[in-house]
T-cell receptor, first 120, second 112 residues
């Protein structure tokens, strides 16, 4: 069983809706991530949070808004999405994330089961 | 050139045989290398990590890393139908971008 929990597992929303994806980890990890994965493609990084601060935003459109209320929780707020945003959204965590310090971060990510989003 | 390249497959392997998966990467500064297994419709699961040249074995899995040639491979011994999945190679460079870069994945089919 994964120690990274994502809810909901499935979400269908219209283009005018506002919804949120939630992620929780209880491994004491200090870094959390959002990835987007389209069918038959590898995961694409969206955001990285380290110690509850946004550290990487991969030029994600503002209709995706991340939030990290504490070290265990990560949310992704969704608003005015487009049908092409339909995908599997994956949350992941890792023990640490130190920018610019080579060798400090092993890069072992642990993924949640994902939230499958369909935008109509 | 893609940063991390894998043959997309499918790699068809008879049950009990060895499945051999290869991955090449372009960034010589890459430090950490991973193999994730992803079943259809599920999330990636970390199965192997390797950080230094040579072989690392874990059960039926062996990861091999050759930094000079910039390739990393995964061997699956005694392949089982339950090994049928997509295997994602992932590479980490802590000094450049500090993020995990995934290859496109190799689909493996183990036939009984």
């Amino acid at each position: 069983d994964t120690e990274v929990t994502q809810t909901p597992k499935h979400l269908v929303m219209g283009m005018t809706n506002k919804k949120s994806l939630k992620c929780e980890q209880h491994m004491g990890h200090r870094a959390m991530y959002w990835y987007k994965q389209k069918a038959k493609k590898p995961p694409e990084l969206m955001f990285v949070y380290s110690y509850e601060k946004l550290s990487i935003n991969e030029s994600v459109p503002s209709r995706f808004s991340p939030e990290c209320p504490n070290s265990s929780l990560l949310n992704l707020h969704l608003h005015a999405l487009q049908p092409e945003d339909s995908a599997l959204y994956l949350c992941a965590s890792s023990q640490e994330w130190y920018p610019g310090l080579a060798g400090m971060n092993t890069g072992e990510l642990f993924f949640g089961e994902g939230s499958r989003l369909t935008v109509l | 050139q893609k940063e991390v390249e894998q043959n997309s497959g499918p790699l068809s392997v008879p049950e009990g045989a060895i499945a051999s998966l290869n991955c090449t990467y372009s960034d010589r500064g890459s430090q950490s290398f991973f193999w994730y297994r992803q079943y259809s419709g599920k999330s990636p699961e970390l199965i192997m990590s390797i950080y230094s040249n040579g072989d690392k074995e874990d059960g039926r899995f062996t990861a091999q890393l050759n930094k000079a040639s910039q390739y990393v491979s995964l061997l699956i011994r005694d392949s089982q139908p339950s090994d049928s999945a997509t295997y994602l190679c992932a590479v980490w460079n802590g000094a450049a971008g500090n993020k995990l870069t995934f290859g496109g994945g190799t689909r493996v089919l183990v036939k009984p």
